[in-house]
């Protein structure tokens, strides 16, 4: 028997209470697919339409943009595409840059990109972009601090970014870029400036910095004279990993070099080997008669000083000094920044 809407104040019987209880969970079972079908996103559902079209950059995907997405979204106003992009792998590198592909080889390098700008109102006037993608950002590093220019400026853009009269060079995350123009003018450095602005903008790298260049003292250190070496730093195999800056003291200009070895005996392991190393190519050790520093090795390269020590599981020293006095100098400054940073 069914009850009656005088029977019922609400004016809802049964059938009715029913039918929107099976439509509730009819609608709760179908969302619940949806959303586990990846078909319901609810910030989608939810958000504006301004939100819509330009995304929180927390769910920006850093890095996840493919070289030739970079190379074509950093164009300057005002200059177009000229050609097509070229990819070069390891095979085909030495095609593009004969005669110094062994470098990039031998940091780590995966794969190089190119893509030409040119003057909308004079395709006589372009820059060519060379976006090498070297798998790591100590890699990248290694590159851009080895082929620096002596005649290079630093730009503010970023921390490792530098000019000359026809190019910029820059190290941002995994990738060196260089950007080299036709000829030198005011119009082309000011595009390949902009150019890396967006470089850096719109494609920021992590951040990057090399635990070693801490156990370098900044006094009298010359800036962007730090090189990387990752393999065979000073002709010798063992040297993996080197660090190296040029210091000026008393108009005199020197070179100390840090690297580090883990474990126990590691860095001293390495100092004995070095020196047998340079002993084997006529080179002389000599002695002083109260060293400052604790285990210093001096060997005489003909006339080339090279004076290293061993601090925990670091091993430093100054590389081809001419002057043995001053390179004494240096290595007590050496010895004593790193001790003041407890790495003994």
Not at 70 to 86: D, V
Not at 245 to 268: H, L, S
Not at 305 to 334: S, T
């Amino acid at each position: 028997m069914t009850m009656s809407n005088k029977q019922n104040p609400g004016g809802v019987n049964a059938e009715t209470l029913c039918s929107i209880a099976i439509l509730f969970a009819l609608a709760t079972i179908a969302g619940a697919f949806l959303l586990v079908q990846g078909g319901f996103n609810r910030d989608s559902l939810f958000a504006t339409e301004s939100q819509k079209r330009f995304p929180a950059p927390a769910t920006i995907k850093r890095g996840g943009e493919s070289p030739a997405e970079i190379l074509h979204n950093i164009q300057s106003p005002g200059f177009k595409l000229s050609g097509a992009a070229e990819t070069f792998n390891a095979e085909t590198l030495s095609n593009k840059i004969d005669g110094r592909a062994d470098l990039y080889l031998e940091c780590g390098f995966v794969r190089l990109d190119t893509l030409r700008f040119a003057k909308e109102n004079d395709p006589a006037g372009w820059f060519e972009v060379f976006l090498y993608d070297m798998g790591a950002p100590e890699n990248a590093f290694a590159v851009y601090s080895i082929q620096r220019r002596k005649d290079g400026r630093d730009a503010t853009l970023a921390p490792f970014v530098y000019t000359v009269e026809n190019a910029i060079f820059l190290m941002h995350g995994k990738y060196y870029t260089e950007m080299v123009a036709s000829e030198a003018s005011d119009v082309l450095n000011e595009a390949m400036m902009t150019s890396s602005q967006n470089l850096l903008q719109k494609h920021p790298p992590e951040a990057f910095s090399l635990p070693e260049m801490s156990l370098l003292p900044e006094d009298a250190r010359l800036k962007g004279s730090e090189k990387l070496f990752l393999k065979n730093a000073f002709g010798f195999e063992k040297f993996s990993r080197v660090l190296t800056a040029i210091y000026r003291q008393n108009e005199k200009e020197m070179m100390a070099f840090v690297t580090t070895r883990r474990g126990a005996g590691g860095a001293r392991a390495l100092a004995e080997e070095y020196r047998r190393f340079l002993v084997s190519l006529g080179g002389e050790e000599r002695k002083v008669a109260e060293p400052a520093v604790p285990g210093l090795i001096i060997i005489d390269m003909t006339g080339d000083i090279e004076v290293f020590f061993c601090a925990g599981d670091i091993l430093a020293g100054i590389h081809a000094a001419r002057d043995k006095d001053a390179a004494l100098v240096l290595v007590w400054k050496l010895y004593t920044h790193i001790t003041t940073l407890g790495r003994i």
